[in-house]
C-alpha cells in the first residue's frame, strides 16, 4: 500500500512536469527511440564522466557482490565483503570450503543471508562442475550459453545474470534494472508498457541496439558498462520513487506535453 501511494505520488509529480509546456525544452520529439537513448546516454556521461564500475577488486568479488547486491543497498554489501575479505574467504576456494552455516553468519548484513548463501555455493557448484572451478573458462563460453546457465541456477534472475556477464565476464550485456524502466516509462520510452518480461526484454534489445549503433567509448563492452552505471548515477540523484526532474541532466528530455509521450513510443 506504501509503495502503491509512493508511485502515486512520484506519477503525479512527474505529470505536473509534463504537463507544463515551460517545465521542460525537450531537444529530441519526433527522433527514433534509439536515437533518444543515445542522446541520454551522452547527456549522462557529460554530467557524470566515466564511472568505471564495478566497486570489487575481482572478478569474483563482483559476482558475490551481485548475489549479495539483491534486494538490499551497496553499504550493506560491502560489510558482509568486508566480513569474508577479513576472514580470508573472498574467493572461489573459500566459498567452497565454507560451510553454509558459517557463509551464513559473514554475509548476515546484507539480508536473505540463508538464500544467498546456498546460492552462492550454487555457483561454485556450478563453476566446478562446469568449467573446472574457472572463471577464465566461464568467460570463454559464448554469452548466450553464458547467460542460460547463469539463468538456471537458484537466485539468479535476468538482472544479476546480465550484472555477472557485464562486469565479471566482459560481455557487452545489458542490465535492465527498476532505474532503467523508470527512466523508459518516465521519458515515454517504454512503447505502452509499464512493467513485465516483455518491457524488459524490449528494453534490454533497445539498449543494446543504441551501443551498436553509436559508440562513445572503443568497444561495446565499455558503453554497455558505462551506460548501465551512469543510468543507476541519475536514478540514485534523481529519478527515485518521487521524481526529481529539477536539475537533472536529462529534463531537457522529458515529454513537453502529455502527448508528447506518445513520440517515443516505438521501439
Ligand atoms: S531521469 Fe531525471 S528528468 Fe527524467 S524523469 Fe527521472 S528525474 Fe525526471
Not at 509529480?13 to 542522446?39: C, F, K, M, Y
Not at 553499504?75 to 558459517?102: F, H, K, Q, W, Y
Not at 541496439?209 to 558503453?223: A, G, I, K, V, W
Request: net charge positive; charged share 25%.
Amino acid at each position: 500500500m506504501e509503495a502503491r501511494t509512493q508511485k502515486q505520488s512520484a506519477g503525479s509529480r512527474h505529470t505536473a512536469a509534463i504537463d507544463d509546456p515551460s517545465a521542460s525544452q525537450n531537444v529530441a520529439e519526433g527522433l527514433p527511440a534509439a536515437q533518444v537513448w543515445d542522446s541520454i546516454y551522452a547527456a549522462l556521461y557529460a554530467a557524470y564522466g566515466p564511472q568505471h564500475w564495478w566497486p570489487a577488486e575481482t572478478r569474483f568479488e563482483m559476482i558475490v557482490g551481485a548475489y549479495l547486491t539483491q534486494a538490499t543497498s551497496w553499504r550493506s554489501v560491502e560489510r558482509s565483503l568486508n566480513n569474508l575479505r577479513a576472514a580470508g574467504l573472498l574467493s572461489i576456494a573459500g566459498i567452497r570450503r565454507t560451510p553454509e552455516e558459517e557463509l551464513r553468519a559473514w554475509i548476515r548484513p546484507s539480508g536473505f543471508a540463508q538464500r544467498k548463501a546456498a546460492s552462492l555455493h550454487a555457483f561454485v557448484r556450478f563453476l566446478d562442475r562446469q568449467y573446472r572451478g574457472s572463471l577464465n573458462q566461464l568467460r570463454q563460453q559464448h554469452p548466450t550459453i553464458a547467460r542460460e546457465q547463469l539463468l538456471s541456477l537458484p537466485g539468479v534472475g535476468p538482472e544479476t545474470a546480465d550484472a555477472i556477464l557485464l562486469y565479471a565476464l566482459d560481455h557487452p550485456a545489458i542490465v535492465v534494472d527498476e532505474y532503467l524502466r523508470r527512466v523508459s516509462r518516465r521519458h515515454g520510452l517504454s512503447s505502452g508498457l509499464s512493467s513485465g518480461k516483455l518491457f524488459d526484454e524490449k528494453l534490454r534489445d533497445m539498449a543494446a541496439r543504441m551501443l551498436r549503433q553509436r559508440r562513445l567509448h572503443s568497444t561495446e563492452r565499455e558503453d554497455a558498462g558505462e551506460f548501465h552505471a551512469l543510468i543507476v548515477e541519475v536514478g540514485k540523484r534523481h529519478c527515485r520513487a518521487t521524481a526529481q526532474c529539477a536539475g537533472c541532466p536529462l529534463e531537457k528530455f522529458l515529454p513537453s506535453t502529455r502527448s508528447g509521450a506518445e513520440v517515443y513510443d516505438k521501439f
